[in-house]
């Protein structure tokens, strides 16, 4: 038998996540969140500077903290340091943060080894019951320590995690969703204008980014089937506010016309459509961008799976001063569902956080095709054998073009390749 | 010409970070990130 060798990257992302996150004097001292003079310089990678360990800044926290202060000059606003220290990052090495240093891709990189669908035959229900026995767990500590009705979070948490991962125990694993439809997104956007109109901005922020991730990678079929009976609920409670004649139940049919001429627009008439890779752009101008500006909160992080993983639940179970656990709302249950969802995501697809929603990801892919440290093919000895394929946590296809926005440079292909086509270069 | 490429842009982040703190933007960050 072959002797399995660990893949280097993997070590710079254990050392990454151990570095990132060392504060363990937060449990010796009782501290809650370390926040001494590192605290201000901003790390890499993703990385919740809330959480307890954390011994850096997020740069996307620390980038709308800044983006966000209202009544200031404009150039005040602008987060010049984390914007230099990327481009700066950017030009020497592209992608490589996100495969050598980010936690959250290590968190995805081995939940994708777990062993799921018809491939793993008799092991896909033991994996099943284990996850569904860890979720009870979960349940129980939620009920034990945030007094959380154990029937609702039974009801809305256990079993559509459960129902996700027997749809995955089924299906297997599975490709990225290819396409990014615009209507979708407009939809999405559309629908939380409209909660945030009828109930509350910040349910409609959160509703809307939500609402927009599902339908901009769904087809115009599930987007109308899931939008308009939405749209109807949301008319028909909240605020009575009125647009013109029309209220109530007459604005949930409002609502239904508006998202079927946007489907029949944009998707029959003038069938946009983009990789579906590209939303991560949206992510980073719409959330992390224009929202975290005009509202002045840092949206992105609120609802970042990674924040609610390092941060958000640690800090409810853990509650140092007594008290954050009567802070819980319905934004945190929000929170706990999308992490569950992306942990659902990531067994049965490689990396999706990273390819569809990460902003600093999208802004490093942006320096990809012009970073110093790159890669090299060899067109007349690669076979497309496809094994770079196989090996690549990001699922790309380097024979295709190895400097690819979504290339993490975790080399892998590099070192794998049977005859070695690909090389690492630096400027060549 | 792509390694003039680089060193501008490394130029520039040079040039933004120095701006940065210049503008005292190194604050330290102390909150929950809106996480609960």
């Not at chain 1, 860890?134 to 009801?155: D, T, W």
């Not at chain 1, 007594?322 to 709302?329: D, F, I, K, P």
Request: glycine residues 10%.
């Amino acid at each position: 038998m072959p002797k399995r060798r660990v893949a280097p990257y993997r070590i710079g992302q254990i050392i990454g996540t151990v570095v990132l996150n060392a504060y363990i004097l937060a449990y010796i001292q009782g501290k809650i969140i370390y926040s001494g003079f590192l605290k201000s310089i901003p790390e890499p990678v993703l990385n919740c500077y809330g959480g307890p360990l954390s011994v850096f800044a997020c740069p996307l926290g620390s980038f709308q903290q800044i983006f966000g202060q209202q009544g200031l000059a404009f150039y005040l606003r602008i987060p010049w340091v984390i914007i230099g220290l990327v481009v700066i990052i950017g030009a020497f090495v592209g992608r490589t943060p996100c495969a050598w240093v980010c936690p959250f891709g290590l968190w995805q990189d081995l939940l994708y080894k777990i062993k799921v669908g018809p491939q793993a035959k008799g092991k896909r229900w033991l994996t099943f019951s284990v996850i569904g026995l860890i979720g009870l767990v979960v349940v129980a500590l939620l009920v034990v320590f945030v007094k959380v009705n154990l029937f609702k979070a039974l009801l809305f948490g256990w079993l559509p995690f459960i129902v996700l991962c027997l749809f995955g125990a089924l299906k297997g694993k599975m490709n990225l969703p290819g396409r990014w439809f615009l209507s979708g997104t407009l939809v999405g956007i559309g629908l939380g204008l409209f909660v945030g109109w009828k109930h509350d901005i910040n349910l409609g922020i959160a509703s809307g980014v939500v609402a927009l991730t599902l339908f901009s990678l769904a087809s115009s079929k599930v987007t109308l089937l899931l939008a308009v009976p939405t749209g109807f609920v949301i008319s028909l409670f909240g605020r009575g506010v009125q647009l013109g004649p029309f209220a109530g139940a007459e604005l949930g049919m409002l609502f239904a016309i508006f998202a079927f001429l946007v489907v029949m627009v944009f998707d029959q008439w003038l069938k946009i459509s983009l990789p579906a890779t590209g939303l991560k752009y949206l992510f980073l101008l719409l959330v992390a961008g224009l929202v975290a500006f005009f509202t002045g909160e840092p949206w992105f992080c609120k609802l970042c799976p990674q924040g609610t993983l390092e941060a958000g639940i640690p800090l409810v179970l853990w509650d140092p001063v007594q008290g954050l656990r009567a802070l819980v709302s319905w934004l945190f249950y929000l929170k706990v569902g999308i992490l569950l969802f992306v942990i659902w995501a990531a067994m049965l697809i490689k990396r999706p956080f990273c390819r569809i929603v990460c902003p600093i990801g999208a802004v490093y892919s942006i320096f990809n095709r012009v970073s110093l440290l790159r890669l090299k093919l060899n067109r007349e000895s690669c076979t497309r054998c496809q094994v770079c394929r196989r090996v690549c946590p990001t699922d790309i296809e380097p024979y295709e073009e190895p400097n690819q926005t979504d290339c993490i440079r975790c080399f892998e292909c590099v070192w794998k390749c049977p005859r070695s086509s690909l090389k690492i270069t630096l400027g060549g | 010409m792509r390694k003039v490429l680089v060193i501008l842009l490394v130029l520039l982040g040079v040039v933004a970070i120095a701006f940065g703190i210049k503008l005292g933007m190194l604050l330290v960050i102390r909150g929950f990130a809106g996480q609960i």
